[in-house]
């Protein structure tokens, strides 16, 4: 799910991610999962780490049974231990059968993914038709943004931040009608499967 060098860097802080990450915003996440075009019921997490944004949306209380996928083991241990699902995956062979979630979410991770136009497919391909994917990321067209993609380059990571327009035209290409719902540092964008 995450480049080699992204994945040693989560597991080595794994235990004081949290500390150092503020907690998920769950407003916009529940807005975009609001945006499908079928009941939500499972949710899944992708790159979720420690569970943030599972639990963000669990203390929404929108009735969505989140589940954290991710590749790194330290992270998953902390997700488990909020009591949330979580299983070992990657972005870009989800260990999910087709047709097998209503919804998804990737909340600051996307830029972390070796390769995020296969990612996106097969979130296509997990999602039942009108089914939604809700991606928060960072702008690297904001002082902010290009701050952080310099930053997380300069301790070895491989990140790829895209300015909302770009990822609008990569889940488009993946079979997506897109709305960008909020823009700043980070920008939400939901994106519905067809039904």
């Known amino acids: 799910m995450y480049n080699s060098g992204d994945r040693g860097f989560f597991e080595l802080v794994a235990p004081l991610y949290d500390l150092a990450m503020p907690a998920a915003e769950s407003n916009p996440l529940s807005g975009g ?3 499908a075009q079928r009941p ?3 949710v899944l997490d992708l790159g979720g780490g420690t569970g943030r944004a599972s639990a963000a949306i669990r203390a929404a209380g929108d009735h969505h049974e989140p589940v954290v996928v991710d590749a790194t083991p330290g992270m998953l241990s902390v997700a488990r231990g909020r009591s949330l699902e979580a299983v070992t995956g990657d972005a870009g062979q989800l260990p999910v059968r087709s047709d097998g979630a209503d919804g998804a979410v990737i909340v600051d991770a996307l830029h972390h993914f070796p390769d995020a136009a296969l990612a996106l497919e097969e979130t296509a391909r997990v999602l039942r038709p009108g089914g939604v994917v809700v991606i928060r990321e960072f702008d690297p067209g904001h002082p902010l943004g290009g701050l952080l993609a310099v930053g ?3 301790i070895g990571m491989n990140s790829l931040l895209m300015r909302p327009a ?3 035209g990569e889940l488009e290409t993946a ?3 897109t709305e960008i ?3 700043g540092f980070t920008y939400t964008i939901a994106a519905t499967l067809p039904s």
């Open 166 to 168: 770009t990822l609008v």
């Open 40 to 42: 939500v019921d499972r």
């Open 33 to 35: 999962l609001a945006r």
């Open 175 to 177: 079979g997506f009608q």
């Open 152 to 154: 997380e380059r300069a």
């Open 181 to 183: 719902l909020d823009r």
